[in-house]
């Protein structure tokens, strides 16, 4: 079905991005959903209690919501080999967290590509998500230009240093 | 150790010796991969893609963790080391928990029936870390999850385990200045919380004056009374305030020379309008606002004491 053949990566190609407005239903749906029963994640009282302003999203959904990303962009056949994310600013219900993302290197495989796409989601404080998801697109060919950027793959790992939210 | 490093993180040394050790020994999913949990996964992540259901569905790769959780009954083939390493942090106060890291590589899909068993070891303890949450330590660990022998994906995860930084208490806003009140300009603020503007008026040659002063300007006479102003006025002049910033005083903001129709001029701020749209001639009409304790100035904590001032709203089609 060629509606499910993946988009042709192209190195240096942005995804159009996607908007998620984090709301408290989205948290406290995806903390079950992942079977995160930590109350910081469901019980904006005892949240407060641990010195945060509100209930916020749990690494589990931030996760599902990139790998949703990638696969919405890329379509039904990508399958996602490793996604690799960290967290900053925290989503707090009635926030935006915008997610974009740009393909940073393209290698051709006997059975397609694989994309690397470095993806940020970013709230209304901040950079709420940083990270990298690697991705085959089965049948896929490079298209031209790939590989003429050589070195941008080489700098879109995870470029904070420990501690995402070290001051 | 040496005896001469000083100051050492002697609760970090001894949570590094925690670095190797398992986390989770032949650990098993409390769930068979099964199409409920991933399509409630789905709806809660918006997630349509059409392989994550029907007789052929896979379940969404990055719910590999979801597979390995405890949930509410609690985590399953979690070791002694583990336990005593949260129960270390604990004693040192770090007893909240967030996630910062999470690293997944996926090696096949996992499917419906796929029975999931994990081997969890703490790969590393950081020193201790100051970060706007609080000081505390970043303890990483990496789980392999397996069906039936097969490795089917790696989960690399990073907490950190911390003791909350104190909030401060919001500095209470601090109060607009209060008007100097005394002998000679009583009666103008008597009249102002009246919600009336007084004019004094020389009761020998009747010229009328402002800012309250205890004798005439003209005549030298110290008797006076007063009129009630109409309230109507022009914009004489106007500055706009950007800087320096004063407490209590949110800039830029208009002060505006009021030429009241009396004659007499006051200094106020015009409101109605935005700062940079106050103009000379803007034709304004008194207005009396109360600051303070019922937060309507946005300074909020005046409690007691709350000011009434008047200001002068630019009229109605105009500005």
Redesign the interface.
């Known amino acids: 079905m060629a509606s499910e053949v993946a988009a042709e990566p192209r190195v240096g190609a942005e995804l159009p991005p996607l908007e998620i407005p984090v709301t408290r239903t989205l948290i406290v749906a995806g903390a079950i959903a992942s079977r995160d029963y930590q109350d910081v994640h469901h019980d904006a009282e005892l949240a407060r209690q641990k010195g945060s302003p509100d209930i916020f999203m749990n690494i589990l959904t931030t996760n599902g919501l990139v790998g949703r990303y990638i696969t919405d962009h890329f379509g039904p056949t990508a399958v996602l080999r490793k996604v690799a994310i960290r967290l900053g600013a925290p989503n707090y219900p009635g926030d935006t967290m915008v997610l974009t993302g740009r393909i940073e290197d393209v290698v051709e495989d006997d059975d397609g590509a694989t994309a690397t796409v470095r993806v940020v989601g970013a709230n209304g404080i901040g950079r709420h998500v940083t990270g990298t998801v690697t991705v085959t697109l089965p049948g896929a060919g490079v298209s031209p230009g790939a590989g003429e950027s050589p070195g941008t793959g080489a700098s879109s790992g995870v470029d904070i240093s420990p501690g995402g939210c070290a001051s | 150790m040496s005896a001469g490093v000083p100051e050492t993180d002697e609760p970090g040394v001894r949570l590094a010796g925690y670095e190797g050790r398992a986390a989770a020994v032949a650990g098993v999913g409390k769930d068979p991969v099964n199409l409920p949990?991933i399509r409630?996964?789905c709806?809660?992540?918006?997630?349509t893609?059409?392989?994550y259901a029907g007789p052929d569905a896979v379940a969404?790769?990055?719910?590999l963790?979801?597979w390995t959780?405890?949930?509410?009954s609690g985590h399953v083939g979690r070791t002694g080391a583990y336990d005593e390493l949260v129960g270390l942090l604990d004693a040192a106060g770090c007893t909240?928990?967030?996630?910062?890291?999470?690293?997944?590589?996926?090696l096949r899909?996992l499917r419906p029936g796929d029975e999931v068993a994990f081997d969890t070891v703490i790969e590393a303890v950081?020193e201790r870390?100051?970060?706007?949450?609080?000081t505390g330590y970043?303890v990483t660990t990496r789980t392999d999850v397996r069906v039936a022998g097969e490795l089917v994906g790696t989960h690399r995860f990073r907490i950190?385990k911390y003791a909350?930084?104190r909030?401060e208490p919001p500095a209470p806003r601090p109060r607009r200045p209060r008007p100097v009140v005394n002998r000679d300009n009583a009666g103008f603020w008597e009249g102002v919380a009246g919600h009336r503007l007084l004019i004094q008026r020389c009761a020998e040659c009747g010229t009328l004056r402002h800012p309250w002063l205890p004798g005439c300007n003209a005549c030298g006479c110290p008797e006076w009374d007063t009129v009630e102003a109409s309230g109507e006025g022009t914009v004489h002049s106007y500055v706009v305030m950007h800087h320096p910033p004063f407490p209590a005083f949110d800039p830029p903001y208009a002060v505006g020379l009021i030429q009241l129709a009396e004659g007499v001029r006051m200094v106020s701020n015009v409101v109605g309008v935005p700062y940079d749209k106050v103009r000379i001639g803007l034709p304004v009409r008194v207005e009396f606002r109360r600051y303070g304790a019922d937060g309507a100035d946005g300074g909020g904590g005046d409690g007691e004491g709350a000011l009434v001032l008047p200001v002068f709203r630019v009229v109605e089609g105009e500005g």
Do not use: I
């Open positions: 949990m409630h996964w709806e809660a992540m918006g997630d893609n059409p392989g969404p790769p990055t719910m963790q979801a959780m405890g949930g509410l909240s928990v967030v996630a910062t890291d999470c690293e997944q590589e996926y899909p950081s870390k100051t970060t706007k949450l609080g970043f950190l909350p930084a909030r």
